[in-house]
């Protein structure tokens, strides 16, 4: 107990409680409010596309599927709404993953990306593009899958061997994540190097991350990884906080820091995993979603965690729009959107870390 504190009277204590209380409101309502625009940022995304339909036909559809007409149940069940909700669950998946990303490595550049597991995971689907397996049960597309996931989850093996390295610190750590970018990007341009005309079709489009793979098994599967990792997340908030202010302060309230991020990089790795695995190369939403959601709420892990996941996932899905009106009658691959508006927040986070050292 310092000295300010000892001093206090209770008037001086009642009017910091009341104080508090109001700045917890305050950042529940932001929350709220975020979760607002991402209602309305899914039915604009619902109603932008070439088929013309309005919203009104399209919450009819989504009510009353007998309502509309056979083509019009098949652009909305499976097409509009596997394809809004996917950019939803990529975009919180991949922001709540840099969310802790930089908590962890206390590190403000920090994204999943970094840790390479979106290039391993790029590699596995490269390879599995380049040359497909034949496997009576299951189908080329869902080896992509598969080996996307696959080589994402062996980063992470690679990166927890890095960790348990005796002196291997953050710094080195993401470092390692670099130098593993770099080679799984090296290995992947060798193999569009050599790819016929289609497959090398095939190997960019997939790199360049696209919603338009979204179908309702993968949405299945992607909202049970986020509906068991975020409680987890939110259980290791008050601890992420901590760590925030440092190590050693972490450790004086008795928190393993080791084992804290030990447990968030296999949080971190299977959201980006599965998220890359389903839709591609998607960046800078890992990156931007968390710095916008804590110029909003601040360091407190309880409220930026949630709150990355809801911007991470308003800015995929206002992204989503956009593919949709950039150029008329085409679906621009998300990912370019995603890197247009990503690279100048990015230049900019540089320019201001610089001036603050």
Not at 110 to 117: D, E, I, K, N, R
Not at 162 to 181: D, P
Request: proline share 4%; charged share 10%.
């Amino acid at each position: 107990m310092n000295s300010h504190v000892q001093g206090a009277t209770p008037l001086d204590l009642e009017r910091a409680a009341l104080g508090y209380r109001r700045l917890l409101a305050r950042r529940c309502a932001l929350v709220v409010m975020l979760g607002v625009l991402l209602v309305v940022s899914v039915l604009a995304d619902l109603a932008s596309g070439a088929s013309g339909m309005g919203l009104g036909q399209l919450l009819a559809g989504v009510f009353d599927p007998d309502s509309l007409s056979a083509t019009e149940r098949v652009i909305i069940w499976n097409v509009r709404l596997p394809y809004a909700l996917m950019a939803v669950l990529v975009g919180a998946a991949l922001s709540l993953a840099g969310a802790e990303m930089q908590a962890i490595l206390d590190n403000p550049l920090a994204s999943p990306f970094t840790l390479g597991v979106s290039s391993a995971a790029a590699l596995g689907a490269s390879l599995a593009i380049a040359y497909p397996l034949t496997i009576s049960w299951l189908a080329p597309s869902g080896q992509v899958t598969v080996a996307a996931f696959i080589f994402a989850c062996c980063s992470l093996l690679l990166l927890q061997a890095m960790a348990r390295l005796r002196g291997a610190g953050v710094e080195s750590l993401v470092l390692f994540g670099i130098a593993l970018v770099f080679s799984c990007n090296a290995l992947v341009s060798l193999l569009q190097l050599l790819a016929t005309e289609d497959v090398l079709q095939q190997l960019v489009f997939w790199t360049l991350g696209s919603l338009a793979r979204a179908n309702w098994e993968k949405l299945a599967i992607l909202a049970a990884v986020l509906a068991v990792v975020l409680p987890f997340s939110l259980r290791a908030a008050p601890s992420m906080t901590l760590l925030r202010m440092g190590e050693d302060r972490a450790r004086s309230f008795g928190v393993d820091a080791r084992r804290l991020r030990y447990a968030s990089l296999l949080r971190i790795s299977l959201l980006a995993a599965t998220a890359v695995a389903f839709v591609g190369t998607i960046g800078f939403v890992g990156l931007v979603g968390p710095h916008m959601a804590r110029l909003l709420v601040g360091e407190d892990q309880r409220f930026l965690l949630p709150a990355s996941a809801l911007v991470g996932a308003l800015l995929l899905s206002l992204s989503s729009i956009a593919s949709k009106l950039i150029l008329p009658g085409v679906i621009v691959p998300v990912g370019i959107v995603t890197a247009l508006v990503g690279v100048p927040v990015f230049v900019a986070l540089i320019f201001r870390r610089g001036r603050r050292l």
